[in-house]
C-alpha cells in the first residue's frame, strides 16, 4: 500500500498565540509548536530607554549555558554589557554603521566568542554549537517578553583587540538585547523593516521521506 505524503496545512497554529510584545509577529505554521518559538522575531525597534536588568541578562546567558553541546566541550563566552556601562559602550562601538544606528540603544549587547581548538586539537562542531546557544539565549527572550536579535555586522579584528580576545577563541555573533518599542516616534526605516513579513521555506520543501526531494511520509 502506498505512503500518504504528510498534509501541510497553511492555517496558524493554535499553539502560537500571539503574546506582548510579540503581537502580530507570531509565525504561520501548519503544525503544532511552542508559541515562544512561534514568536521569536528579530526587531530592531528597540526602545532606547527601556531597562534590562543583570537578572534578564543572566537568565539569558544561563539559558544559553545549558545549551547542548557537541563532546561536552561547550566552547561558547560571552562578554556583554548592559546599557549606560564600559563593556557596553565599548560593545557598541564595535558594531557597523548601519546595525550601529539601532541596536547601540539596546537595553543590553552580548558578544558571542566560541573557542575553536583545546589541548586535545580543533573543535570541528563549535560553530553548531554557538547557533544551539544563540538559538535558546533568543527563546528565553522571548518568555521574558525581551527580543534579541543576533548580528553578524560588527568589527572582528577590532573586537579581538579591544577585547583582548585569546587566539582560540572568535568573535562570531552581536547580539542585541533589549525592550520592543512604539512605533510612533520611532525610525521609521526600522519600523517598516520590522514590519517586513518573515520569509521561510515552506515545511514541505525542507523535510523529505526516503530519498532527497521525496514528500516525508506520516506512515510507517
Given at each position: ?148 536579535h543576533p548580528m553578524s555586522g560588527f568589527d572582528r579584528d577590532e573586537a579581538r583587540r579591544t577585547l583582548r580576545i585569546p587566539d582560540v ?5 552581536m547580539i542585541a538585547l533589549g525592550h520592543l518599542g512604539p512605533e510612533r516616534g520611532a525610525d521609521p526605516e526600522m519600523v517598516e523593516r ?27
Amino acid at each position: 500500500m502506498p505512503k500518504t505524503p504528510v498534509q501541510f496545512s497553511t492555517a496558524p497554529s493554535r499553539l502560537a498565540q500571539p503574546r506582548d510584545p510579540h503581537t502580530g509577529r507570531s509565525a504561520d505554521s501548519g503544525v503544532r509548536i511552542h508559541p515562544v518559538i512561534a514568536q521569536r522575531w528579530s526587531a530592531r525597534n528597540l526602545d532606547p530607554d527601556a531597562v534590562v536588568t543583570p537578572d534578564e541578562l543572566l537568565a539569558a546567558v544561563e539559558s544559553a549555558r545549558v545549551a547542548a553541546s557537541w563532546g561536552g566541550t561547550f566552547p561558547v563566552r560571552f562578554v556583554a554589557g548592559l546599557r549606560g556601562d564600559a563593556a557596553h559602550t565599548a560593545l557598541a562601538s564595535l558594531l557597523s554603521a548601519g546595525n550601529k544606528r539601532w541596536a547601540a540603544s539596546a537595553g543590553a549587547l552580548l558578544l558571542g566568542v566560541v573557542q575553536t581548538a583545546n589541548d586535545k586539537g580543533d573543535l570541528p562542531y563549535a560553530m553548531f554549537d554557538a547557533g544551539l546557544a544563540t538559538a535558546q539565549l533568543s527563546l528565553q527572550a522571548v518568555s521574558m517578553g525581551l527580543v534579541a536579535h543576533p548580528m553578524s555586522g560588527f568589527d572582528r579584528d577590532e573586537a579581538r583587540r579591544t577585547l583582548r580576545i585569546p587566539d582560540v577563541f572568535e568573535p562570531l555573533v552581536m547580539i542585541a538585547l533589549g525592550h520592543l518599542g512604539p512605533e510612533r516616534g520611532a525610525d521609521p526605516e526600522m519600523v517598516e523593516r520590522d514590519r517586513t513579513p518573515r520569509r521561510r521555506p515552506a515545511l514541505e520543501d525542507m523535510v523529505f521521506g526516503e530519498r532527497w526531494g521525496a514528500p516525508f511520509s506520516a506512515e510507517a
